[in-house]
């Protein structure tokens, strides 16, 4: 047995040493707080003391939670806003940066600017532009074209959007650094082959670079999707969750439940359901965008 | 193989949940140290405060803690002090978290609502004990009501406040009113505002993002109403609520507030820029428009009221988290924080009523200190119900509906009692 050990250590001894770190490090993050949470779902438990086992009594409140059932009705309305526009924002941010132009460079840095910059302030911003006055700069400017004055924050109809609105603003300068990215990865020979054929650019780019692009759809497409299921900064920040709930998301409601009514079981409840939600969705992008690509 | 792989996991989680409460329970703390307040404190105390000041005035806070700070440790040499300015925003999160890692402050400020609820929860000790043989009499009785729960005192008062009505002196002359004869009551104060929205001006500000507290339990109490009794029933659904809905409805649909009411949660700042005739606040404003006085003359009106002349008003207290390691030490701390001369640096300072009557000869020859002074006779705590924190949601939603015309008043209150009924079965009340 000890013979055993030692000439597995000999053999991957170094391997043991580089992976033991991490598996702490994700026992005690991840997999201990997922189990725990799991359990806390069965339990109330309002942070301090022992957490009591109730059965399925917090899944029961959920079934019939309509405020939750409207958080995930609005998330999904979020992501439907967010993620697609986010993609293409971001392509078309990564196509012109990669195309050479002049100030290339600064473009780069403009355009990831709201990437690094806090959300805080970027809600400052929002708030400023969408105030829903006719003195608010936004409602001034359609006003000018002649457009009446829009409530924004406080139309439950168009709240929602210019939450999606700040995030796709936050978020594209990210997601054109991947597209860049996946561009850079595109080997030149296949463009040359095309020209030579005398396809447009437009059709260069319908069949070669966007299907050659399918792995970074892929993975811009979970990472945005997660982001949009994980949406709490603005709608914390700019609405609290109204008006009339209309951008309470699960997140947001998660919060509130966890800290403000200190129900940690049920908010474990909130957050498994999130959990087998964004796993479905990822899953379902997995069987259409994660295919293999062939560069030939 | 897979049985004993569930009792490993069992054993994790359970050893996991008991490292998070920290093996504690919420017992009353005993009395075995000195805690007169002075001399015997020892070790280290930290107290989690927030910013009472407003932007740019951080210096002048962080001297007004070393001198209160300075003035403890000098009758308490052996105790090491640290005073910590946390952000208001996510307290709660950030203060529960810590507590239950066992890192939490050994005493921390907090409000009414709150009080209630992290007593209900276990969350704070008692500290009925401590206070054997100490005077509470120069506490004004309204503050010590917000600080005991179930006949157990949890903490002591630091300070009051009183949500009243600014005037922009300017606007009402131009209405053709007078500055020395303001409204008494919400119909006088309708009429003025319909002048105001005819000279192109907001009548008040209404924040309908957040703070029912400030916003919208004052407007049913002044109509006669509260959401729940002293008994814990939940008495909201009534003609008060009708009438207070009703009432904010006809003041968003007359463009007596503005459009974005319905979720804005700054106004106060529009107000300033001569926006608005009136504004509901509290002495943080009054702070702002001497350290920026505004372009207009101003003044603070009379509470506003149908049939009660009542207002919010919140205290401030100190209060021990149940797993404090300095218990002794914090409760000495908080009576000399509490105490009159401590009282009297902080209040005059910040501009928060003092929770001592002594301390208000602070305010001496200060008319609209004076003014509050006597306003928070009127002031109602909030909701002093393990569910308090809870409602604000619920009424911020109903109350936005009603705006948006989803909902008659009638229904907003009937739903509104529903849903706090509910609240109250999931908080096994």
């Keep these: ?296 | 193989m897979f049985r004993k792989g569930m009792q490993v996991v069992v054993a994790i989680i359970l050893v996991f949940s008991m490292v998070l409460s920290g093996c504690s329970s919420s017992k009353e703390v005993s009395n075995t140290g000195n805690s007169s307040g002075s001399g015997g404190a020892k070790g280290k105390i930290t107290l989690w405060v927030y910013p009472y000041l407003g932007d740019g005035e951080a210096d002048k806070e962080k001297k007004m803690w070393d001198d209160i700070k300075a003035g403890f440790v000098k009758d308490n040499p052996d105790a090491q002090l640290d005073i910590v300015t946390n952000p208001w925003d996510q307290r709660e999160p950030k203060l529960l978290s810590a507590i239950s890692a066992g890192t939490g402050p050994d005493l921390f400020y907090t409000n009414p609502d709150y009080v209630v609820k992290f007593a209900e929860k276990g969350i704070i000790a008692p500290i009925t004990s401590y206070l054997k043989g100490f005077d509470m009499s120069d506490f004004t009785e309204a503050s010590l009501k917000t600080t005991r729960y179930k006949g157990q005192d949890y903490g002591l008062p630091l300070l009051q406040s009183v949500v009243t009505v600014f005037y922009n002196f300017d606007i009402v002359k131009e209405i053709g009113e007078d500055p020395n004869n303001l409204p008494k009551t919400w119909d006088e104060f309708d009429k003025w505002a319909a002048k105001a929205k005819e000279k192109g001006k907001y009548a008040i500000n209404f924040h309908g993002g957040g703070a029912p507290n400030i916003y919208i339990y004052p407007l049913i109490w002044q109509e006669g109403g509260d959401i729940i009794d002293s008994n814990g029933k939940v008495i909201v659904n009534s003609p008060a609520t009708v009438t207070a809905f009703t009432h904010l409805s006809k003041m968003y649909t007359s463009g007596w507030i503005p459009s974005d009411s319905i979720t804005s949660n700054d106004q106060v700042t529009d107000f300033r820029a001569g926006k608005f005739l009136a504004s509901i606040s509290d002495s943080t404003l009054y702070t702002k428009m001497l350290s920026q006085p505004p372009t207009f003359k101003w003044g603070v009106g009379e509470l506003l009221g149908n049939k009660k002349q009542v207002t919010y008003g919140t205290t401030g207290s100190l209060v021990i988290p149940h797993n404090s390691k300095n218990k002794d030490g914090a409760v000495a701390f908080m009576k000399y924080l509490t105490g009159s001369e401590a009282s009297k640096t902080f209040n005059s300072i910040t501009k928060y009523l003092p929770a001592r009557k002594t301390a208000y000869s602070i305010f001496n020859g200060d008319k609209t200190m004076l003014k509050f002074a006597e306003q928070s006779q009127h002031t109602l705590p909030g909701i002093l119900h393990p569910i308090g924190p809870n409602v604000n949601s619920f009424a911020t939603a109903e109350a936005q509906a009603v705006l948006l015309q989803k909902k008659t008043p009638q229904q907003a209150a009937a739903d509104f009692a529903k849903e706090l009924e509910s609240e109250m079965k999931k908080e096994g009340q």
Aim: hydrophobic content about 50%.
């Design chain 1, 1 to 296: 047995m000890l013979h055993k050990v030692r000439r597995q250590w000999n053999r991957n001894g170094i391997v043991y040493v580089f992976l033991v770190p991490v598996m702490v490090h994700y026992l005690i993050f991840q997999l201990i707080p997922f189990a725990f949470s799991a359990y806390l779902t069965f339990s109330n438990w309002s942070m301090v003391g022992t957490p009591k086992f109730i059965g399925l009594r917090n899944w029961e409140v959920f079934m019939t939670d309509s405020i939750a059932w409207k958080a995930i009705r609005n998330t999904l309305l979020f992501s439907a806003y967010y993620i697609v526009p986010t993609m293409v924002l971001g392509l078309i941010l990564g196509l012109l940066i990669n195309n050479k132009l002049k100030f290339s460079n600064f473009y780069k840095a403009a355009f990831f600017l709201p990437v690094i910059t806090s959300f805080v302030v970027l809600s400052g911003i929002w708030r400023w532009l969408f105030k829903g006055t006719d003195y608010g700069l936004v409602n001034y400017l359609l006003g000018k074209m002649g457009i009446g004055m829009q409530l924004f924050f406080s139309n439950p109809n168009q709240a929602l959007a210019v939450l999606a609105a700040l995030s796709i603003f936050k978020v594209s300068g990210i997601t054109m650094v991947y597209y860049y990215a996946g561009l850079r990865s595109i080997p030149a020979h296949l463009y040359e082959a095309a020209r030579i054929d005398g396809s447009s650019s437009w059709n260069t780019f319908w069949r070669v670079t966007f299907p050659l692009l399918l792995p970074t759809h892929f993975y811009v497409a979970v990472v945005t999707t997660i982001g949009s299921f994980q949406i709490f900064d603005s709608a914390y920040l700019l609405t609290a969750g109204g008006p009339d709930r209309a951008t309470t998301t699960i997140v947001y409601y998660m919060y509130d439940i966890g800290f403000r009514t200190m129900r940690l079981g049920y908010a474990s409840v909130i957050a498994y359901v999130l959990f087998v939600i964004v796993l479905l969705i990822s899953l379902v992008q997995k069987r259409f965008l994660g295919k293999e690509v062939s560069y030939y």
